[in-house]
């Protein structure tokens, strides 16, 4: 009986030892965020005029001890595109149930529409990255007599000539009387040295490349992102035609309006 006692007593002592090995000594267990968002306040309707240029939106959260932050951005209709960068939330409140505020100031020019706006906590318990939680949507409509307005093109900035195989970046600056918010593309159509078109598919369907304004140095060739200023990077191959290949450069705004035309001719050599 003693034997078999030692026996249990070493195998039940493994078993321990075992499950102690099988936790990890790098893991600590996530705090969580006890905030609690009570609502949120932001019109369904919101008319511009020359003295109501401001939409004003409000948040109320309770155990506001573990939150570092609140903010909302402006979207299109759909949530697809940024109208506007971060807006940040502030509160004077020194309660731990606080009322967060911030407000929109349109411009006259912005297309009436409809528009959604996001709302942003930023925790204080949780790591950089993990902190951050969506709160909530809201949709409205904006109601303005801004005129929709052709967009423009101007500043072209391109070298004159470049050698086959050599990349470099040329951009455009756009201007739109609506806010860059409506422009849906800035594209160049191209023609070859002997008036071949350059289609942009396989398919010989699509001849306008598009250019970006999208702060991807390394992609696009873009500097800033959301300035105005369009751009890409290019390269033509060593088997391309060399002389002067024609660029046609346009913009169009979501309506359908489009800018003015920008044509060049870039000798490859």
């Known amino acids: 009986m003693k034997i078999k006692l030692m026996k249990i007593f070493y195998i039940v002592s493994i ?3 075992l499950s102690c090995e099988e936790i990890p000594n790098d893991v600590i267990e996530k705090e969580n965020a006890d905030y609690f968002v009570e609502s949120i306040s932001s019109p369904d309707e ?11 939106n409000f948040v109320s959260i309770n155990k506001s001890q573990s939150v570092k932050s609140v903010w909302f951005i402006l979207f299109n209709e759909d949530g697809s595109e940024e109208i506007t960068d971060r807006i940040l939330m502030n509160t004077n409140n020194s309660s731990i149930k606080k009322t967060y505020s911030g407000e929109i100031i349109f411009s006259e020019s912005m297309l009436p529409g409809n528009y959604e706006i996001d709302f942003y906590v930023e925790d204080n318990v949780n790591p950089a990255g993990e902190n951050i939680k969506k709160i909530g949507v809201k949709k409205f409509k904006y109601l303005s007599n801004a005129e ?22 040329f951009t455009v600056k756009v201007s739109e009387p609506n806010g860059l918010s409506d422009i849906q593309q800035v594209y160049f159509e191209l023609l070859r040295p002997d008036s071949s078109v350059v289609f942009v598919d396989a398919n010989n369907t699509i001849t306008k490349f598009p250019m970006f304004d ?7 060739g873009d500097e800033v992102r959301g300035d105005g200023i369009f751009s890409l990077k290019n390269n033509f191959g060593p088997t ?3 002389g002067f290949w024609h660029f046609k450069f346009n913009a169009v705004d979501k309506s359908g309006l489009v800018s ?5 001719s870039l000798k490859v050599n």
């Open 240 to 242: 391309s035609q060399t």
């Open 214 to 220: 999208n702060g991807d140095v390394s992609g696009s």
């Open 148 to 169: 929709n307005l052709h967009p423009a093109i101007s500043d072209l900035n391109i070298p004159s000539s470049v050698d086959r195989n050599t990349t470099f970046v």
């Open 15 to 17: 078993a321990i030892f």
């Open 260 to 264: 003015n035309t920008i044509n060049f």
């Open 46 to 56: 919101f008319a511009y005029s020359a003295t109501n240029k401001k939409l004003q």
